[in-house]
């Protein structure tokens, strides 16, 4: 059981910027591929950024592209999503996802709210 703890949520002004990071519990971290999911209310939940297990390979959805970055430090068993230039289309709650591919296995964190509001 992987337990998944995300912090660096909170309110931000339009234009603004936000570090997420999600920390994992157990030391096998480094064979998880990693996402960030979102969801807004009244949403379904969308993928936001993934990174495979390694640190390669960081896709992004097109509405983040150019002002989300996501990375890890396996060190630190700690995933981060940066988020600039804020919208307030970017408010929801924002969930870290654990994959050990090419398996089913997969985990969540309780998820952290980010709120982009002037």
């Known amino acids: 059981q992987v337990q998944l703890v995300e912090s660096g949520g909170g309110s931000v002004r339009p234009g603004g910027s936000l570090r997420l990071s999600c920390e994992a519990s157990d030391r096998t971290f480094g064979n998880y591929d990693m996402a960030w999911f979102r969801q807004a209310p009244g949403q379904g939940r969308e993928t936001v950024a993934h990174?495979?297990?390694?640190?390669?390979?960081?896709v992004y959805a097109d509405s983040v592209k150019g002002r989300f970055t996501i990375s890890r430090d396996n060190t630190k068993k700690t995933v981060y999503l940066q988020m600039n230039s804020l919208k307030p289309e970017d408010t929801a709650v924002y969930y870290c996802n654990a994959h050990l591919a090419p398996t089913p296995r997969e985990y969540w964190g309780q998820g952290t709210q980010v709120t982009v509001s002037s």
């Open positions: 990174i495979r297990a390694n640190g390669e390979g960081a």
